[in-house]
């Protein structure tokens, strides 16, 4: 673990670099966001040197020190009154799994699955389960979010796929918490088509984090493939295919299989602290309100195994992009005419882990989250190119919509009303607010033109080819980073943007 004391030695000699900021006098309009600003931000954060921005790692360590030394240039100040300043420690604990056996009976007789369709992790050091009876529960929740089976001491067998029904219903991590807390000793995700099984097979053999604030998982979690899941059932007297229909009934209760399961498991855990990064932008005439820019600065780190061509996980589009555009909103608000609130600028920790830092942020505010009248959240941004029409994650709320509408109509954008982006609503920091009741929004062109997202997320996203380069698109970003300046403006107009 590394200390407290060390992190604030980072940010000290990152703002004793940039100590003698440039006074700038405030313009009547704010200079465009360039493709080139926007890119020597991502060149440095997706370089190599930066390994990835694990959290935890010397790449967070230089993560944190380049984003505090450009929001200080930028004129941006620590949250007076924190302990760390520019820093919000965020607790953690990771397992790194290194072994996991499972073995199953079938009526009470042996059955072999193979090891290829089955991956299992410990919580702890070490498990060891014995006979726990198994049951297939489907999403895992009926239609009004509960828990839909009996599974304590047992283990639970649940699909990863969103239910089809219900609203916003939670995603499987979730969902598969939720069965933890219910009791369950063990609990397997059956992969979907949606993510390659070998993505999840590693995902689970690489380290997994929580936040140590978090309740504890089920002793034992894992994935089946589809093809060991069917295999199971089969075993068992049943069809794979007409479980999982059954399972799209609200009311579906889950299935009792005639399986006892063995687990063994041995793991690494280790305790440490990762960081959020804080700054304010002190408002001219402040009325209490507070406008909230967010983006996570962590990205997957050291990705790929011993040997391969490229082992980091750059993450240039996810999120370094939109770190470069929250440096430049900084600049453009800190050195313009200065808004009426204040601004809050806040770079999460592992957003990838399941929005943990945004998680942790929403429950240790350094605003009251009442006073934060929008959460503006910025993620992978440098999609597509300039004229990319505008989307709205987040949006139906009329007032705010409006406003949206009016700035990015002001800059002769268009709007994008089809509603495909609400798809990607769980999936960003942005949620972990709203879930605490702040509106939310994630604004710009990055989530409107649906065939540029999915090429970009069934092919870099995630992998080791999320690198900086020439081909990534930032005439939509820079357009974007405009619109943000422009939103920021807004939202910190006491007049233009009255709120109680
Ligand atoms: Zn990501």
Redesign the pocket.
């Known amino acids: 673990m590394q200390t407290i004391k060390f992190r604030a030695a980072i940010v000290a000699v990152a703002l004793a670099a940039f100590a003698a900021v440039p006074t700038v006098h405030a313009r009547s309009a704010d200079a465009p966001v360039t493709e080139a600003d926007l890119a020597a931000h991502i060149r440095t954060l997706a370089g190599d040197a930066f390994e990835g921005r694990a959290p935890g790692t010397d790449g967070e360590d230089r993560t944190i020190a380049y984003i505090v030394g450009e929001w200080a240039k930028a004129g941006l100040e620590a949250v007076p009154g924190s302990a760390t300043p520019w820093l919000q420690p965020v607790p953690f604990v990771e397992t790194q799994a290194l072994s996991g056996t499972a073995m199953f009976k079938v009526n009470g007789r042996d059955f072999a699955l193979g090891d290829d369709g089955i991956v299992v992790t410990g919580r702890d050091a070490s498990v060891a389960l014995a006979s726990l009876p198994a049951v297939f529960v489907g999403y895992g929740i009926d239609g009004a979010g509960q828990v839909n089976a009996d599974v304590k001491g047992k283990l639970a067998i649940m699909l990863f796929d969103n239910a089809p029904f219900g609203e916003a219903l939670p995603r499987y991590r979730e969902r598969r918490q939720m069965l933890a807390d219910a009791g369950a000793s063990a609990v397997l995700v059956i992969a979907t088509d949606a993510v390659p099984w070998d993505a999840l097979r590693e995902s689970v053999g690489s380290k997994s984090m929580r936040l140590a604030s978090a309740k504890a998982g089920a002793p034992v979690s894992g994935f089946l493939s589809p093809e060991a899941a069917d295999a199971l059932f089969k075993a068992a007297g049943q069809d794979g295919a007409a479980l999982r229909e059954a399972a799209k009934a609200a009311d579906y209760q889950g299935a009792v299989l005639p399986v006892t399961a063995d687990f063994t498991t041995a793991s690494t855990v280790r305790f440490f602290a990762s960081h959020n990064v804080i700054a304010r932008l002190p408002g001219a005439r402040p009325d209490g309100k507070a406008v909230l820019f967010l983006g996570h600065w962590d990205?997957l780190g050291i990705c790929a195994p011993e040997g391969a061509a490229d082992r980091i996980c750059n993450g240039a589009v996810?999120?370094a992009s939109g770190i470069a555009v929250l440096i430049e909103v900084a600049k453009r608000l800190g050195r313009g005419a200065r808004p009426d609130r204040d601004i809050y600028f806040l770079a999460t920790t592992a957003?990838?882990k399941g929005l943990l830092g945004a998680r942790w942020f929403a429950d240790h505010p350094v605003v009251p989250l009442s006073d934060i009248t929008v959460a503006l959240n910025v993620d992978t941004i440098a999609i597509s190119p300039r004229g990319t029409p505008v989307a709205t994650i987040g949006r139906g709320k009329p007032a705010y919509d409006a406003v949206v509408r009016e700035v990015a109509t002001t800059l002769g954008r268009t709007l994008d009303a089809d509603g495909e982006a609400d798809a990607f609503i769980q999936r960003q920091d942005g949620w972990a607010l709203g879930a605490k009741g702040v509106t939310s929004l994630m604004v710009g062109g990055s989530f409107s033109d649906m065939a540029l997202l999915e090429a970009f997320l069934s092919g870099n996203y995630?992998r080791a080819g999320d690198n900086f380069s020439d081909q990534i698109p930032l005439g939509g970003a820079a357009e974007d980073a405009d619109l943000h300046v422009a939103l920021g403006r807004a939202f910190a107009d006491t007049k233009r943007w009255a709120v109680k």
């Open positions: 990205h996810d999120n957003e990838e995630h």
